[in-house]
């Protein structure tokens, strides 16, 4: 691993990544992944678990050792001082002594940075007022997760990775999770997200990086990528059979959910009039775009058949 690259890339990229690989024993869990990510916006990386994604992440943060390939932040190599300094992080699996309050976590992680954030601004802005002077471990797993979030931010980063960050929130601090985030990339600051939540990502990301087995299989902006799946959803209350309407043109897929089903087709027309040719009297009919779950669903197992 290299991360001698600062004379060959711009100044605005933040990470540089190029034939990067992880293996761990026998298996492969970052596989050449090449991938450049320029200062702003955010990005999400996606995919299954062991698609790769936490181990990238903990690559960048000098957790773990590439096996191979080149990988700077900001030009330097991952986990020196200088990096650590402008990056703030909220893992999957992270914790945090028991024993001190949430008010004490933040003063602490605050005077590790030159430049940090006010902590009352960072209290008021996650919500910890509260419980900000209660034992971290008579907090709820929510909470907990607020406080993380509150450490991901207080340094005053220009890169923060936010991994699986609302796994286990409930909707309203979701919410506040997602105004922050929007706030902090609007401020300039470079996100980079997981998330098994599709919908969080379709709702934040500018850009999504798709993950399969080590590789990265996708990489667009949101749009491009909710694009790839093409063609149309239906939606409607029909008598037909899920085999019946599986035959008809142009139809992909088909589910049902309660009363409703649902057909992935590549050409709504197509379908429509297939569908109502054999069921005139369908009620309660809803054509939409394919949202990014079904993007990703599409890209995932077009990647898993070649």
């Known amino acids: 691993m290299s991360g001698n690259t600062e004379n060959k890339i711009s100044s605005d990229i933040i990470i540089y990544a190029k034939?990067?690989?992880?293996?761990?024993?026998?298996?492969?869990?970052?596989?050449?992944?090449?991938?450049?990510l320029a200062k702003g916006g955010i990005t999400a990386?996606?995919?299954?678990?062991?698609?790769?994604?936490?181990?990238?992440?903990?690559?960048?943060?000098?957790?773990?050792?590439p096996s191979s390939g080149t990988l700077s932040m900001f030009g330097q190599p991952p986990g020196s001082i200088s990096v650590r300094r402008r990056t703030g992080s909220m893992l999957q699996d992270a914790d945090l002594p028991d024993l001190l309050s949430p008010r004490e976590h933040?003063?602490?992680?605050?005077?590790?940075?030159?430049?940090?954030?006010?902590?009352?601004?960072?209290?008021?802005?996650?919500?910890?007022?509260?419980?900000?002077?209660k034992k971290?471990?008579?907090?709820?797993?929510?909470?907990?997760r607020r406080v993380?979030?509150?450490?991901?931010?207080?340094?005053?980063?220009?890169?923060?990775?936010?991994?699986?960050?609302?796994?286990?929130?409930?909707t309203d601090t979701r919410k506040m999770l997602w105004d922050v985030v929007?706030?902090?990339?609007?401020?300039?600051?470079?996100?980079?997200?997981?998330?098994?939540?599709?919908?969080?990502a379709d709702a934040l990301a500018d850009r999504i990086v798709v993950m399969h087995a080590g590789k990265i299989i996708a990489d667009a902006p949101t749009p491009e990528i909710r694009s790839l799946a093409g063609g149309a959803v239906i939606k409607c209350v029909t008598a037909l059979s899920i085999k019946a309407?599986?035959?008809?043109?142009?139809?992909?897929?088909?589910?049902?959910?309660?009363?409703?089903?649902?057909?992935?087709?590549?050409?709504?027309?197509?379908?429509?009039?297939?569908?109502?040719?054999?069921?005139?009297?369908?009620?309660?009919?809803?054509?939409?775009?394919?949202?990014?779950?079904?993007?990703?669903e599409r890209i995932v197992h077009d990647k898993e058949q070649e």
């Not at 605050?110 to 601004?121: G, K, M, Q, R």
């Not at 207080?154 to 699986?164: C, K, M, Q, S, Y």
Request: glycine share 8%.
């Open 148 to 170: 993380q979030f509150a450490l991901a931010v207080i340094g005053n980063p220009d890169l923060v990775f936010l991994d699986e960050p609302t796994t286990g929130l409930d």
């Open 19 to 36: 034939d990067l690989s992880k293996k761990f024993g026998d298996a492969i869990a970052v596989n050449s992944v090449s991938l450049s």
């Open 106 to 133: 933040i003063e602490l992680f605050a005077s590790y940075y030159p430049d940090p954030l006010n902590i009352d601004v960072v209290i008021g802005m996650c919500k910890l007022t509260g419980f900000a002077d």
């Open 45 to 65: 990386i996606l995919g299954e678990n062991g698609a790769g994604k936490t181990t990238f992440i903990h690559a960048c943060l000098g957790l773990t050792n």
């Open 245 to 296: 309407i599986s035959v008809l043109p142009a139809v992909i897929s088909v589910r049902r959910s309660g009363r409703f089903v649902e057909i992935s087709t590549e050409n709504q027309t197509s379908a429509l009039q297939g569908l109502l040719m054999e069921d005139p009297n369908i009620s309660e009919l809803i054509v939409k775009k394919p949202s990014l779950e079904e993007a990703f």
């Open 182 to 200: 929007r706030q902090l990339a609007a401020d300039g600051r470079t996100i980079i997200l997981t998330t098994h939540y599709l919908e969080e």
């Open 136 to 144: 971290y471990k008579k907090l709820s797993g929510g909470q907990k």
